[in-house]
């Protein structure tokens, strides 16, 4: 059964620990494989695959932290297309 879950956000003393073994790394691993996995890795406007992950990578202000969102409707839109 597909869930609904499409946005997270962690705060900032969560996010300290950039550890690729952490528990944590893996949890925003797994959410971004299952976005993917059903599509919502993409823009809605340009079916673009850009940045609609989790952050990864070990940029501390960025770890952990979903791009592309948007809070008032929570459909997801890259960078070119973001809707203001």
Same mark, same amino acid.
């Given at each position: 059964?597909?869930?609904?879950?499409? /946005?997270? /956000?962690?705060? %900032? /003393?969560?996010?300290?620990? =950039?550890?690729?073994?952490?528990?944590?790394?893996? !949890?925003?691993?797994?959410?971004?494989?299952? !976005?993917? $996995?059903?599509?919502?890795?993409? #823009?809605?406007? &340009?079916?673009? =695959? %850009?940045?609609?992950?989790? =952050? !990864?990578?070990?940029?501390?202000?960025? @770890?952990?932290?979903?791009?592309?969102? #948007? @809070?008032? &409707?929570?459909? /997801? @839109? #890259?960078?070119? #297309?973001? $809707?203001?």
């Amino acid at each position: 059964e597909e869930g609904a879950l499409k /946005h997270l /956000h962690f705060p %900032r /003393h969560w996010r300290l620990n =950039e550890s690729t073994g952490s528990d944590f790394h893996q !949890l925003l691993d797994r959410f971004n494989q299952m !976005l993917c $996995v059903r599509g919502l890795n993409r #823009c809605l406007k &340009c079916n673009g =695959e %850009r940045e609609l992950t989790v =952050e !990864l990578g070990f940029s501390l202000d960025d @770890y952990g932290i979903q791009f592309g969102t #948007c @809070y008032a &409707c929570s459909k /997801h @839109y #890259c960078e070119d #297309c973001s $809707v203001i």
